[in-house]
């Protein structure tokens, strides 16, 4: 990976960790959409809910693309991110794994949760071991407070992130969006989108 690469990787960690975070007494949104349009610098979204968001990107921007990989690529001492829906014997099934680049390790780590679906939760963490399960593989990851086993079936999408382009955000485009801020105005804030490449939607 490029120092490029790594230094703007870096400095999504911070952006990041709204994953976590509790929201504030100023109104957040998760976006989860698709743009409609683009007025200068504002983007029309259609959430997930079918409501209409206008939303910038404010400084420092930062663009991250999300592109389609394998469980090949996740080996022991990765940092992941799973979304999840608890199972009997407290494993997760996994939805999605997205693999964190190394100098985005840390970001969002714990086990909390999360609103992809209803009752999923989302564990990033550090791989420890990957063995074979009847369902799919099944990887062991660690955090700070503890321990999952996330089975990873053929439905689960794996991804991982490269550095985007603002260029790439056209109508058609599916994004997420961690926390956007309304302002006084009703438009929605953020300095981070991440977006699907090649179709994708960003699966977290």
């Known amino acids: 990976m490029s120092r490029t690469l790594q230094r703007t990787l870096a400095a999504a960690m911070f952006v990041m960790t709204c994953f976590a975070l509790p929201a504030s007494a100023q109104e957040k949104l998760r976006i989860r959409g698709t743009i409609e349009s683009v007025d200068g610098q504002f983007y029309i979204v259609k959430n ?14 930062l663009y991250v693309a999300i592109v389609k990989s394998t469980m090949a690529d996740i080996k022991p001492g990765q940092f992941v991110g799973a979304t999840g829906v608890t199972q009997p014997d407290g494993s997760q099934k996994a939805i999605e794994v997205h693999i964190f680049p190394e100098s985005m390790r840390g970001t969002g780590e714990g086990h909390y949760d999360w609103d992809l679906k209803p009752n999923t ?54 994004i997420f969006v961690g926390a956007a801020k309304k302002g006084a105005d009703g438009i929605w804030t953020t300095p981070r989108v991440t977006y699907g490449k090649d179709g994708l939607t960003p699966p977290m």
């Open 48 to 61: 997930r809910d079918g409501a209409e968001v206008k939303l910038t990107v404010v400084d420092p921007q």
């Open 121 to 174: 939760k989302m564990t990033n963490a550090n791989v420890e071991q990957t063995v074979a399960g009847v369902d799919g593989p099944v990887l062991t990851v660690k955090y700070k407070d503890g321990e999952k086993k996330i089975v990873v079936t053929p439905e689960t999408q794996v991804v991982t992130y490269v550095i985007g382009n603002k260029a790439d955000l056209k109508p058609g485009i599916k």
